[in-house]
């Protein structure tokens, strides 16, 4: 059945903090959106399911947390939503949330790592959670690392020092020489980006600054990662450059990197002709 566009009381609108990727949102939070609202009106509905009969909500808010907080702020009755017609299962529903806040970039490495755990909980692989989300393997693997370090290092995540590429090389002295060792890099990560040191690595107890830029040579997977990692942390996942390092890689195939390109050429006015 197709979505339906409606204005709904936020009253029959459940907000759930837990299920929401973001976490809890203050009114602090969502100020400046809120003032964007009142003076320019939403400018993208919300997104909703229907809770099944009985519940005490009508509807289960999917994705627009920030902008259902935005009316509470300003104390408006209803908020133009979408409503998904028909019955989603709870990892659909956390797919469409999660799916959401990566585009947007609202979302940090920990926040991100967060948002997979109940998937993980639910017994989906990395792979199959790549595939869902239309990322690499890599992108998914990297928070998966993440979940598995003590909270510390979550923490140092959360505040923003960690890169991706961080985040591997931590859990890989983590495994190896216990938490002591992943601390000292941690710091040694840190000192880096304090200092604004460029593509700063820890390997085999000693840090990597890579200086053979102008040299061309034939790239190992683990050089391909290392990249795809660099422009991730760089730019996000979602550029033609991290897919065609994903299919390099081997994290996707190769019909699924000519639908990106194919995509992208379409949403900027260029032919794309898939060979064969």
């Known amino acids: 059945m197709p979505d339906v566009l409606l204005d709904v009381l936020l009253s029959d609108i459940l907000y759930d903090d837990v299920f929401n990727c973001r976490g809890p949102i203050s009114p602090m939070d969502v100020a400046d959106l809120a003032k964007d609202i009142s003076r320019d009106g939403l400018l993208q509905p919300i997104l909703l399911s229907n809770n099944p009969a009985g519940s005490s909500h009508k509807y289960k808010l999917l994705a627009g947390h920030r902008r259902y907080r935005a009316h509470q702020v300003l104390k408006r009755e209803r908020i133009r939503s979408v409503v998904r017609e028909g019955s989603i299962s709870d990892v659909d529903a956390r797919i469409l949330n999660l799916k959401e806040n990566v585009n947007r970039k609202q979302l940090n490495v920990y926040q991100e790592a967060m948002a997979l755990k109940p998937l993980l909980d639910l017994d989906l692989t990395e792979a199959a959670i790549a595939d869902r989300l239309g990322s690499s393997r890599g992108w998914v693997q990297v928070r998966c690392l993440l979940l598995r370090l003590p909270i510390e290092f979550q923490q140092e995540a959360a505040a923003g020092w960690l890169t991706q590429s961080a985040i591997r090389d931590i859990y890989s002295h983590f495994k190896a020489h216990g938490v002591d060792a992943a601390r000292e890099v941690t710091k040694k990560?840190?000192?880096?980006?304090?200092?604004?040191?460029?593509?700063?690595?820890?390997?085999?107890?000693?840090?990597?600054?890579?200086?053979?830029?102008?040299?061309?040579?034939?790239?190992?997977?683990?050089?391909?990662?290392?990249?795809?990692?660099?422009?991730?942390?760089?730019?996000?996942?979602?550029?033609?450059?991290?897919?065609?390092?994903?299919?390099?890689?081997?994290?996707?195939?190769?019909?699924?990197?000519?639908?990106?390109?194919k995509e992208f050429a379409t949403a900027n006015s260029l032919r794309y002709t898939v060979p064969g």
Do not use: C
């Open 189 to 261: 990560f840190k000192d880096a980006k304090i200092k604004g040191t460029p593509n700063f690595r820890m390997k085999a107890n000693k840090p990597i600054v890579k200086k053979d830029l102008n040299v061309k040579k034939h790239r190992e997977r683990p050089e391909i990662e290392q990249m795809q990692d660099y422009f991730f942390d760089q730019m996000g996942k979602a550029t033609i450059a991290n897919r065609v390092l994903a299919w390099s890689a081997g994290h996707i195939s190769t019909a699924e990197l000519h639908a990106s390109m």
